[in-house]
T-cell receptor
Framework: NAGVTQTPKFRILKIGQSMTLQCTQDMNHNYMYWYRQDPGMGLKLIYYSVGAGITDKGEVPNGYNVSRSTTEDFPLRLELAAPSQTSVYFC????????????FGEGSRLTVL | RKEVEQDPGPFNVPEGATVAFNCTYSNSASQSFFWYRQDCRKEPKLLMSVYSSGNEDGRFTAQLNRASQYISLLIRDSKLSDSATYLCVVNERGNQGGKLIFGQGTELSVKP
């Protein structure tokens, strides 16, 4: 099993550009999450999904969009990139709602200049 | 008020010391609780779940106080390898269930 795979690992964007961070898991997990982590800070929840076709906002959803058309994939779309979106982005998944370990991807480091 | 708040840190302790981390959460409907460990900005990894009766895993003890909305992690006999950032995680119900909120993390540095 590959677990949770995120691409790309690194990306530099110009202000106003758009891009999609890809996330795929092969564990048949229902729950998937996108977090961002700024230097010296904890993880902030952007969006999460409890299954295909169902998504919900987290703590910091502005400037982002998500979709969940399949169980495996949970892409994160950045529209009109801004310097404030410079961060490390982590995708994660887990099988059960109230218990169960979160499995993380290795992170995607995004810089907006 | 932040949804999940931790001691600001950093904590600098000598090897063999006992160190305690505290975490408070604001949503009284929160359902489950975890401690994660993060090394050098890598992906976080589950350290332990936190149960209502308190639980222990070797040198690590986690406690939950639902009335005070408070979680703690105690590390006994600190090792150099315990140096990391410790993240408190709370499972809020959310609209769809399963909303996982992280605290800002507390950095621990164990010195020889």
């Amino acid at each position: 099993n590959a677990g949770v795979t995120q691409t790309p690992k690194f990306r530099i964007l110009k202000i106003g550009q758009s891009m999609t961070l890809q996330c795929t898991q092969d564990m048949n997990h229902n729950y998937m999450y996108w977090y961002r982590q700024d230097p010296g800070m904890g993880l902030k929840l952007i969006y999460y999904s409890v299954g295909a076709g169902i998504t919900d906002k987290g703590e910091v959803p502005n400037g982002y969009n998500v979709s969940r058309s399949t169980t495996e994939d949970f892409p994160l779309r950045l529209e009109l990139a801004a310097p404030s979106q410079t961060s490390v982005y982590f995708c994660a998944s887990r099988h059960y709602a109230n218990t169960g370990e979160l499995f993380f991807g290795e992170g995607s480091r995004l810089t907006v200049l | 008020r932040k949804e999940v708040e931790q001691d600001p840190g950093p904590f600098n302790v000598p090897e063999g010391a006992t160190v305690a981390f505290n975490c408070t959460y604001s949503n009284s409907a929160s359902q489950s609780f975890f401690w994660y460990r993060q090394d050098c900005r890598k992906e976080p990894k589950l350290l332990m779940s936190v149960y209502s009766s308190g639980n222990e895993d070797g040198r690590f003890t986690a406690q939950l106080n639902r009335a005070s909305q408070y979680i703690s992690l105690l590390i006994r006999d600190s090792k150099l390898s315990d140096s990391a950032t410790y993240l408190c995680v709370v499972n809020e119900r959310g609209n769809q269930g399963g909303k996982l909120i992280f605290g800002q993390g507390t950095e621990l540095s164990v010195k020889p």
